[in-house]
């Protein structure tokens, strides 16, 4: 007998085809990069106009310089600002470029590229993302006290509202401020690329083109999800031979190749934002939560974005209660860290970053090791925020204390009330080593410089509303030297560090050193007292279970208790 022939085996189906990278806003620049300087910022009716007209002003002086860059200097007379306020717009464009620009001094010395003063430029004229209402205002409206004309527009939500309503659908998400930036940019966009353009022979759209050198600079604003540069993902300058130049690109055809990669991501953002409308899983989007950081907390799973394209960038702790959480380098995935909406804890952040966001908390006590561009601290009402930075940004906050090691003065904007600032009280076993990679300088500390903005937030239509006035805002007073104290983090999880930081990197200033030299006089002193008393065993005995009941009493007076328990338990 013959055996049957088999059925052949079904054909492997081919595998599925990588997801494209989408197009994404650079949050940074919209995250850190807005400055409430009336006079950065025209309406946008005149903005084309007026920003082509302050190029024309600026074009002399990047040419007399020879390589078409511009400083602080130029900037104030072409805008007729103060030179603090425009060394204080060239180091904050240095610090949410995409990229070191050596040329570029991040304390507003040196200069820019005119055409990322253009861009920077341009992008004060954004609007932030306004919050949807709470479904039960009422509820809530006594926790929030109002001793200020602009609280109705400046204090959205406090934190305490917002652990009360144990919910933040309110709250726009990541998602939803990435689809209003590339809104914004899908609407301006035409503008942008016309500023940067360059003019050359011919008739309509043909007569403006952008060189690859220049088309790159638009990374200030976009960039793919999977790190893909701009133009090695484009059409026309893609693979292009780096030993020849590339040939310029009329910007409209750059136009539309823009306008169909922002309709794709927008595509996706809705795709996604549907499918989560029927989930109740809430999460922080398509970037790294650290919600699994207490397994006890209620969200201890980390999300997946559909399109594993999708570069995950931002590590977020989110929404903590009555808890301590320890983050390490290794913990801590992408260049930024967002602390939000977390209350009556402990944050510890012992990473190197490059920008860091405190936003909604109270009662908590924040530890940022090492920010290396920029420490924004927003809406946050009795917090302790303890950080090496070379910048940090103060807005819309009370009651607040600032511990800081700070390369450049702290930016005070928006409506702030009873804030303390005082020097940097703490280290940890890589701290050094952290501020060295993202370049924090320990030996200058601007913690005393505060420079003191503006209370009205023209970014925020929440917080500019028609008729209002602007004022300076509330500065900052310094701890008083006699009330300063060290903040100790516990090592208990650090692993051994062959060169580790002993002691407070930046040197305390002399009245803040004499103050700890007395309190320590006083503690040897009083142990010394105690090695002489001639006690016999009983009465050793009683005294140390004196000393232990006080100290047991004063752990559970000051909350700290919860906190060894939360770290043992870890």
Known sequence: MVDEPLDPPPATPPPPAAPAPLLRPRREAFEHGLLPIPKLIFPEGTLAQ???????????????????????????????????QAALAIGMLAAVLPGDDPAL???????????DVLLFLYIQSYKRLVPRPHKDSP??????PSTSAFDGYLSVLSPIQLVRSNSRRFIPSQADEEIHQLSYLQKHMANILTLLADSVEGEGDDSLVLTMETFEHLGFLVHFSEGTSLSQASTFFANSDPDMPAAPVSAAQVHDWILQNIVSSLEFYTEKSTAKEGSQQIASDLDVTMADANT???????????????????TFVEGFSKTSVVKHASDVKGNSVKVLNCHDSVIYILAPVKYATVYGCSDTTVVLGAVGKVVKVEHCERVHIIAAAKRICIANCRECIFYLGVNHQPLIVGDNHKLHIAPFNTFYPRLGEHMTQVGVDPSTNKWDQPFVLGVVDPHDSLSHPAGVSDVQAESAACVDPDLFTNFLIPNWFEDEVQEPTKCNPFPLPEIYQASQNKKQAVLEDTKKIIRE??????RNKELASALHSQFKDWLYATGNIRQLYCLQGD
Do not use: C, M, Y
């Not at 509820?139 to 929030?144: K, L, N």
């Not at 006890?296 to 995950?312: D, E, I, K, L, V």
């Open 50 to 84: 007026t920003l082509s007209q302050l190029k024309e002003k600026l074009v002399p002086a990047a040419a007399a310089a020879g390589d078409g860059r511009v400083g602080a200097a130029a900037l104030a007379e072409a805008l007729q600002i103060p030179p603090d």
């Open 296 to 314: 006890s907390h209620p969200r201890n799973s980390t999300p997946t974005a559909a399109n594993p394209a999708f570069h995950r960038n931002s």
């Open 105 to 115: 001094d991040a304390g507003g010395g040196g200069s820019a590229d005119l055409r």
């Open 139 to 144: 509820a809530v409206a006594d926790v929030w």
């Open 533 to 538: 008393l001639q006690l016999d065993e009983n």
